[in-house]
């Protein structure tokens, strides 16, 4: 390695490794001073720099461009840490209409603490709905139904429990839903999605905090929309609170259960 050199990683904004990105050196007088092409897991080194200030130009298929400035030492090995780049596009919002979300590209998961040390996970395989997107979007409405017979967490007996009365009580209550009373915009891509929670005939607020992915086009000429969310929701606000005590205030199963969401929906 001859003179400086620059190392740092391309990732999405939700940490997803960039591969292929070009990085390109410009020094002051805008001449090319080296340039490289990140590998599979993001990273780069850009080598053979002399001594002097830099701006790194970033750019990779599908993505918004981004500019870094460095200052590069005779020698030296200068980290730049994580460069993000947007998807090209993302901040483009989905389209008036109606979105019905594809199960088959999406997933609705549960996390419990368990022995209160760790951590079980599980996860709804059958559900539907659809997204009316209005105009302005804050107008816009989110409804989806849920199998709870469905639920599966990797373990056959857990998950007869799961469905038994102790917990979802399936022969009772066939359904869970949620639809949305409102949605609130905190930025271009994250807003909190207001709405009730319908859990063995008890209904109740649970907010979540939406993450918007963009949209683009899929292998079949159709669009589609992605989404994440989050929320926390407590098992006794819905009549689920089997328990059992393990030591003085350590319960078999936590409280509070962590719902992790993430959608793709096809524009109709």
């Known amino acids: 390695m001859n003179g400086g050199a620059v190392t740092g990683r391309l990732t999405t904004p939700d940490g997803w490794p ?23 897991d993001g990273h780069f080194l850009l080598d053979g720099l002399a001594t002097g200030a830099y701006t790194l130009v970033v ?36 389209a008036p209409g109606t979105w019905t979300i594809d199960p088959q590209h999406s997933s609705i998961r549960a996390t419990a603490l368990h022995l209160g040390m760790s951590r079980i996970h599980g996860r709804v395989r059958r559900f539907g709905g659809r997204i009316e997107v209005a105009d302005p979007l804050e107008g816009s409405s989110v409804e989806v139904t849920m199998d709870p017979g469905s639920v599966h967490s990797d373990d056959p007996d857990r998950d007869a429990h799961l469905r038994s009365a102790d917990f979802l009580d399936v022969e009772r209550h066939r359904e869970i839903g949620y639809k949305s009373e409102g949605l609130r915009r905190l930025d271009a891509e ?23 992915g963009g949209t683009g086009p899929d292998l079949f000429g159709g669009v589609r ?8 929701i407590a098992r006794d606000d819905f009549a689920v609170s089997w328990n059992q005590s393990v030591l003085s205030g350590v319960l078999a199963v936590g409280r509070t259960l962590r719902i992790e ?3 793709q929906a096809v524009r109709s």
């Open 18 to 40: 960039i591969a292929g990105g070009t990085v390109t050196a410009v020094d002051s007088t805008g001449g090319q001073g080296a340039r490289t092409t990140s590998g599979d």
């Open 59 to 94: 750019a990779s298929a599908g993505h918004e461009p981004v500019a870094s400035s460095v200052a590069v030492a005779d020698g030296g090995i200068t980290p730049l840490g994580v460069l993000e780049l947007a998807r090209a596009g993302g901040a483009v919002l989905p």
């Open 190 to 212: 994250h807003w909190i999605l207001d709405g009730v929670l319908t859990l063995k005939d008890v209904s109740a607020p649970v907010p979540l905090h939406v993450v918007y």
């Open 225 to 232: 929309a992605a989404f994440s969310a989050s929320t926390e």
């Open 261 to 263: 969401i993430d959608i």
